[in-house]
């Protein structure tokens, strides 16, 4: 029996095995997944969790627009896109508990209601202070179809599909990077940088209703949970004290900082540095996006050979060296755009690979707390990601190597952190593709 989703009960439809995907945590039964509505589903899931890197990424190119318009500089800017990373990491620990509360929709619509009229209000920002505190608001908006979508992926898919699922989601927020900054270079030229947020606002919308129209409820909700700060907080605690999470969840997060300080500084690296316009900028960026998009895919096909802990330990060492070898060109004045780029492609390639492994490896152990859990995972990202470009906007001077100091540094330190945290975990919870995990025919 199919209902208008296209899910199967596998009670009463055995014989589709052979052409469905199985869902094991759904609410009340297993279920069987045609596989036009699992591509489906990624496609919702994977736009959900392409609306905050969309945000941060269309307005990249409008910084000395913006800079110009607002009387103020492009570092001043670049605190925009600070605190877009500092309401993110507040709206992950907010939207934790509600998630596991209220179910996985009701949180989500009310924060992607907060988005798009945040986004409405950058489009009309006459100062650069306003421009700052709307982008907290609004992040903490996007940040609820963050949270809810890497939640869902552990509702609706068994524990080794998870790594292949984060992969395929990472093809479709991909395209963020792909096509926001080239878009947004062509839309703040052609029409000012305030349209850019106008398109936000539109995309919101978009999102909001194919959410509303079919997306499925994924977990009962816990009327039980109480959201006094005291549960709230032992539930975070909770999670805390499963070594296997803190390990790679603080891993992954330190790791995926240097995409963070790569995207902090590269307005400024490309276009005060090299002085390139906003339109060649939008196409570097889409560029460099193929090597973390591409890592990601290949990483499926790993997957097949490997396991996530494997992928992760290799991909980590190779991310310390590139940044290393980075950082001691830029030291010694041997960088050239065409280098520099090179060597951007080849780090985002590695945290490409480091992600996803280490996001189904943090989650694994959980299925009762996977909100708070994915909840705890984004705010150490966004956390890690937040003072790195701080920190960055902080130099006023424009130049490469506190960008690139940030990168080798967090590649590094999560290298430290994965060394030290996996002794603490005794009884691992293994990601790996199973005989009845994969894409069935």
Known sequence: ?????GFVTRRREPGLLH??????NAPHHNFLMPKKTYFFLILILGSLTALGPFSIDMYLPGFPAIAKDLH???AKVSLSLSGFFVGISLGQL??????????????LFIGLIVYILASAGCAVAESIDQLIVLRVIQAIGSCAATVASVAMVRDLFPVSENAKVFSLLLLVVGFSPMIAPTAGGYVTDAFGWHAVFIILTIMGIAILAATALWLPDSYKPDRSMSLKPRPIIMKFLEVMREPQFYTYAITGAIAFAGLFAYVSGSPIVFMEVYHIDGKLYGW????LSVGFIGS????TLMLRRYTSEQIVNVALICQVIIGLAFLTAALNGLLTLPTTIFFLFLFLCCVGYTYPNAAALSLAPFTRNAGSASALMGAFQMGAGTLISIAISLFEIPSI????????????????MLVVGRR??????EVQQGADAGVMH
């Open 296 to 299: 990601g895919q290949l990483n």
């Open 284 to 287: 570097i960026f889409a560029f």
């Open 19 to 24: 052409r469905c995907y199985l869902i094991q």
């Open 1 to 5: 029996m199919a209902d208008s989703l």
């Open 94 to 107: 907010l939207y934790g508990p509600l998630l596991d509360k209220f179910g996985r929709k009701k949180p």
């Open 72 to 74: 103020t500089t492009p």
């Open 424 to 429: 603490f975990i005794t009884n691992k919870v």
């Open 401 to 416: 190597i506190p960008m690139v100091a940030a990168m080798a540094g967090s590649a590094s330190l999560a290298l430290l």
